[in-house]
């Protein structure tokens, strides 16, 4: 089907625009954007910079995708880009800056849903599947793994990593790094087990469930550093792939995992 512009919105020189896609009122499309097949812009949404979306995302009104960094180092001269997937629902006033270096690219994967106000900040990096709450709001440089959810008013700092089919709570400060396949909560937000149920929802059989579980006791719950805690891990038998995708976050964590106090820190 042909694409549909309303006559008030705004599409630069320069623009792609693929099939049936809906440009609603007051729309702003930047001469830089890319548009797959089948997307909807609601009204008054503001796609700039140098942004791609895949097909048939949905985007509401105030939303602004694409649009400079919020980062003292970026340089207006520079060229910084946004690449967002397909399938995906931008909410009231949700927002996904640039990347702040040259050449490099802020990454939204596809089927996402980010509510109303949330906040994906330059050079993030978020899988597919990922649910971001109302108010949500991710500093620079965060990764958020595949299924993973945030609820609502939840704040993320700079460089933090938060794992596949994480569960964050609401109102949470996210300061460390969150495992895959565990819940967190708090202020700040420390893991506090798996998340079970949200395992169970996505097919995951009972002794997967099981051995994630074993695996999250041996890192969080031995009273023992980090380092030694994964030492054990790996020396269990039969370690399947859950437990190695664990095993591997673990280790490539920079800031440390969000772990309760009572646990010995990593020397």
Do not use: W
Not at 8 to 30: F, K, L, R, T, W
Not at 160 to 189: E, Q, T, W, Y
């Amino acid at each position: 089907m042909p694409t549909v512009i309303h006559p008030s919105a705004v599409v630069e020189p320069g623009a792609v625009i693929g099939d049936d896609c809906n440009i609603g009122p007051y729309c702003q499309i930047g001469g830089n954007v890319v548009l797959g097949a089948g997307n909807v812009l609601r009204a008054n949404v503001v796609i700039g910079g140098h942004t791609t979306l895949g097909d048939h995302n949905e985007v509401h009104p105030f939303a602004c995708l694409g649009t400079e960094p919020e980062d003292k180092k970026y340089r207006r001269d520079s060229i910084t880009f946004t690449r967002i997937g397909s399938g995906n629902i931008f909410r009231e006033f949700s927002t996904v800056n640039a990347a702040a270096k040259p050449g490099e690219s802020t990454v939204v994967g596809s089927n996402g849903v980010f509510l109303s106000y949330s906040h994906i900040a330059h050079d993030c990096v978020i899988g597919d599947n990922v649910v971001m709450s109302c108010d949500t709001k991710l500093s620079g440089h965060v990764q958020v793994g595949s299924h993973a959810i945030l609820n609502g008013m939840t704040g993320v700092v700079q460089f933090v990593r938060i794992g596949r089919f994480a569960f964050i709570g609401g109102m949470n400060k996210v300061i460390k790094d969150v495992l895959p396949f565990c819940i967190a909560d708090g202020h700040p937000s420390v893991m506090r087990g798996i998340n079970k149920v949200g395992l169970e929802r996505n097919g995951f059989a009972t002794s997967q469930i099981r051995s994630i579980r074993s695996a999250y006791r041996t890192l969080l719950r031995q009273n023992v550093p980090l380092r030694d805690a994964i030492a054990l891990l790996k020396n269990e038998v039969g370690t399947g792939p859950e437990i190695s995708e664990m095993i591997e976050f673990a280790e490539t964590s920079v800031l440390g995992l969000a772990r309760s106090r009572m646990v010995t820190e990593q020397a």
